[in-house]
């Protein structure tokens, strides 16, 4: 079984960062369930391990953390629902692109929830959605958005990290940073494509969503011993 956490304020990072560690470290050793944390932080910027320091492009804005997590620069702040997926891949089959591709369909889902249209683009990390609503670029393409990002973490092939959905967050504050490195591309949430979405309701369709995705562990997979 899965434990479920839900935090209500603003989660500091190193706390958040903290718990994960020991978590999965505990659910590597058996002595804690795999666990999904549902939280929002305060406004900072993450350093991934392939972050360049060029798209830091306001540093003073807001604090800046190393991650340690795949990926490069990404915001989390109010209005963003964080899920830190503390999973344990000696279970799932030790495929980490599997996986990936697993929490991608994860967000995926919960969007459709809401009549939104998630999708993957190749080299391009994390959930896009089309803008048809906008001005198109100018080689005459539809304009694309962000509204997911993903990024994890492996320690003795148990996850931590994950991912983030906006919902409602304050999109001017992405603008000190490349987020994710790609440029020529904007970032939105479900209140910006039009959508009366609480948190809570996200929470919602994450949960209903999750066993779909993420949570058989795959026939036949003998568990750790």
């Not at 209005?79 to 089959?93: I, P, S």
């Amino acid at each position: 079984m899965v434990d479920w956490r839900h935090s209500e304020g603003l989660v500091p990072y190193p706390e958040a960062l903290a718990f994960m560690e020991a978590r999965a470290e505990a659910i590597a050793k058996g002595e804690a369930p795999e666990t999904v944390w549902l939280l929002e932080h305060p406004p900072l910027y993450t350093a991934g391990t392939s972050a360049r320091p060029e798209d830091l492009t306001d540093p003073g804005r807001f604090p800046v953390f190393e991650a340690r997590r795949g990926g490069q620069y990404t915001y989390h702040g109010p209005g963003q629902r964080v899920a830190y997926v503390m999973l344990d891949l000696n279970q799932r089959g030790r495929d980490v692109r599997r996986f990936v591709r697993d929490l991608e369909g994860w967000v995926i889902d919960a969007l459709a929830e809401f009549g939104v249209r998630g999708e993957r683009r190749e080299g391009r990390v994390g959930i896009w959605v089309t803008r048809p609503d906008k001005a198109p670029n100018p080689d005459g393409s539809a304009r694309e958005d962000k509204i997911a990002a993903i990024g994890i973490r492996l320690r003795r092939w148990v996850s931590f990290h994950g991912i983030g959905i906006n919902v409602e967050p304050d999109l001017s504050h992405f603008d000190g940073i490349v987020p994710c490195g790609i440029r020529g591309h904007g970032v939105t949430s479900l209140v910006d494509l039009g959508l009366p979405v609480s948190m809570g309701d996200l929470d919602a369709a994450l949960r209903r969503t999750f066993d779909r995705r993420m949570g058989a562990v795959p026939e036949g997979m003998a568990l750790r011993d």
